[in-house]
């Protein structure tokens, strides 16, 4: 049973028998990490006394994971049409679950770029009331897009009328949604440059959203103090979005050799989702996804493989990212192995999913590291992750804020 975090916490002493320093890359023997209220206050030295101890014994404690892309209401067994069974308010309600799901796998801050209805910044409000259980959020409300694109409304025939929340087809009419999205509680914003894979009449390589259009979002997004995601798998919107000032990339699936060197040149991070088409691979069909959208599936999965391979060894910036939702959220822990399968070494997947994601979140005063100032969240695993990556995928132990919620 999860126990809800307390906005204020008293002071607690955690220990185990060691601890991964992501910054320096070292193990530490027999860490005394002191938390109050919430953020690490001290590493060795003496316990405070009186204060309550958590020794967690034989495990080795990592930061607690960041997962840069994930969608707390989304649920991949239920394809598009399948979907329409449900009233609108069971979306929001059944990721309720996938919160906890996402934290007990030992994710304790996730980006989620995008939702409907806001659900996402209803879950941080209700996690950070205490009525709810999940990982910090950094949500980013309805997801930008051109009309017909990606993240439009593309399953309904015209009839329908449909149309997504964010929709703009001009600079301005997209740095207005900019404002809506931030009015109402978006902390990030999340655009989609190229077509995609689950969606309608999209191709992933198809641009369709110009330079100038991302341009405005990314200028009008950093005027508010936001980041901006972008969702682009194709070679040429890849390239406008970096080149119009857009942080990080999502997805970056077909990206060029051009597209690397400018990741590298401008800073921008790349978030690709190298694991989940093990699983929309085997269990999509009968979960009701179109065999277009399988094949689409297929056809990107390799070669995004490789792209990933080929952007780590160039040395571009790489973030932890699944797009969970597009498979089950407790499974996002499966990408570490994919990514040292294509290149990383465990450490580098690590600081991918902390310190280094932390630092495109803009939050390496909070999350990231086990370090003093920082949140005291921390995940315990079995054995040295840097031996055995896949220990990351069964977490011992996780910690929120100094309390061990799970």
């Known amino acids: 049973m999860i126990a809800a975090v307390p906005a204020t916490a008293e002071t607690v002493v955690v220990t185990a028998a060691r601890m991964l320093d992501v910054e320096k890359g070292a193990i530490v023997?027999?860490?005394?990490i002191v938390v109050t209220d919430g953020r690490i206050a001290s590493i060795g030295g003496a316990a405070p006394a009186g204060a309550k101890t958590l020794d967690l014994g034989d495990v080795t404690l990592v930061p607690g994971l960041i997962?840069?892309?994930?969608?707390?209401?989304?649920?991949?067994?239920?394809?598009?049409y399948q979907a329409?069974?449900?009233?609108?308010?069971?979306?929001?309600?059944?990721?309720?679950?996938n919160a906890a799901a996402m934290l007990r796998a030992g994710f304790t801050t996730v980006r989620n770029v995008g939702s409907d209805n806001f659900a996402d910044v209803a879950y941080k409000q209700a996690i950070e009331e205490g009525v709810m259980i999940g990982p910090r959020i950094v949500p980013a409300a309805h997801a930008l897009s051109a009309t017909g694109g990606h993240c439009d409304s593309t399953f309904f025939p015209p009839s329908f009328n449909q149309r997504s929340k964010a929709v703009g087809d001009s600079p301005e009419e997209l740095r207005k949604v900019v404002r809506e999205q931030r009015k109402y509680g978006a902390e990030v914003i999340k655009v989609c440059a190229t077509g995609g894979v689950f969606s309608r009449n999209t191709e992933p390589g198809q641009q369709q959203l110009s330079e100038t259009e991302l341009r405005a979002i990314a200028d009008e997004a950093h005027q508010w103090g936001l980041k901006v995601a972008a969702?682009?798998?194709g070679a040429a919107g890849i390239k406008a979005?970096?080149?119009?000032?857009?942080?990080?990339i999502e997805h970056a699936s077909l990206i060029d050799d051009e597209g690397i060197r400018l990741a590298k040149e401008r800073g921008t991070y790349l978030s690709m989702d190298i694991y989940n088409t093990d699983y929309t691979q085997a269990e999509g069909k009968k979960n009701g996804i179109l065999e277009d959208n399988l094949r689409k599936d297929r056809e990107v999965a390799q070669v995004q493989r490789d792209n990933f391979r080929k952007a780590n060894s160039a040395g571009a910036k790489m973030v932890f990212g699944t797009d969970a939702g597009v498979m089950p959220h407790g499974d996002a822990g499966k990408q570490f192995r994919v990514m040292?399968?294509?290149?990383?070494?465990?450490?580098?997947?690590?600081?991918?999913?902390?310190?280094?994601?932390a630092e495109a979140?803009?939050?390496?005063?909070?999350?990231?590291?086990?370090?003093v100032g920082r949140y005291g969240d921390m995940v315990a695993v079995s054995g040295n992750p840097?031996?055995?990556?896949?220990?990351?995928?069964?977490?011992?132990?996780v910690i929120k804020g100094g309390v061990c919620v799970d």
């Open 340 to 357: 040292i399968q294509y290149g990383m070494t465990p450490l580098q997947a690590i600081r991918a999913a902390t310190v280094t994601a």
């Open 231 to 233: 969702h682009a798998h």
């Open 386 to 397: 840097l031996s055995d990556v896949t220990t990351l995928e069964r977490p011992v132990a």
């Open 241 to 248: 979005a970096i080149s119009a000032g857009i942080d990080t």
């Open 67 to 80: 997962d840069m892309h994930v969608h707390l209401d989304g649920n991949p067994r239920y394809g598009p």
């Open 29 to 32: 023997e027999r860490p005394v």
């Open 84 to 97: 329409l069974q449900f009233t609108d308010a069971f979306w929001a309600v059944q990721g309720v679950g």
């Open 361 to 371: 979140l803009g939050r390496s005063r909070d999350v990231g590291a086990i370090a």
